[in-house]
């Protein structure tokens, strides 16, 4: 009896890993990118260029450049989310060339009269992990850039 079992064990294991991979490339499919805006902006020395894929279950994917003057770009992807009229995303990114190391932070984002304008905020990290202090503003007139849409290349 056991060996029956045993059998039929393995012989569904195949079985349930193709159903379960079919449905994870339908959950893929159903969420396409709806929407691509392409966005850059600079302040002084520094510029920064970012795309924003909207997909269709309102999650938003992309990237990120940021060229500083006098140290080294970061370069990263961002995930997350529009709230109203704030998109909030994590931010992974590699500083300079070192591509071994990745540093995850959050970043937030008024879209405001077309343009997304970058806030400052109070971080703090717990188990390993980035947040906006809770309770604390995000100040969006002292961060230092508006992405303005451009055109995709």
Do not use: H, W
Not at 6 to 26: G, R, T, W
Not at 49 to 68: F, N, P, W
Not at 124 to 131: H, V
Not at 144 to 149: D, L
């Amino acid at each position: 009896m056991k060996r029956n079992f045993l059998y039929l064990a393995f012989v569904a294991v195949p079985f349930i890993f193709a159903c379960n991979q079919s449905d994870k490339k339908a959950d893929i499919a159903k969420d396409s990118v709806i929407n691509q805006t392409c966005y850059a902006a600079s302040f002084e020395k520094d510029s920064a260029a970012m795309i924003v894929k909207t997909m269709a279950s309102g999650k938003v994917t992309g990237s990120l450049l940021i060229k500083y003057g006098e140290k080294p770009q970061n370069n990263g992807k961002i995930d997350g989310k529009f709230s109203g009229d704030t998109l909030l995303v994590d931010y992974r990114f590699n500083t300079g060339t070192d591509t071994t190391k990745a540093f995850t932070n959050p970043l937030a984002f008024l879209k405001k009269d077309g343009k997304l304008v970058m806030g400052v905020a109070q971080i703090e990290t717990t188990l390993g992990r980035s947040y906006f202090v809770k309770g604390k503003p995000i100040n969006y007139e002292a961060g230092k850039f508006t992405f303005v849409e451009v055109p995709c290349k």
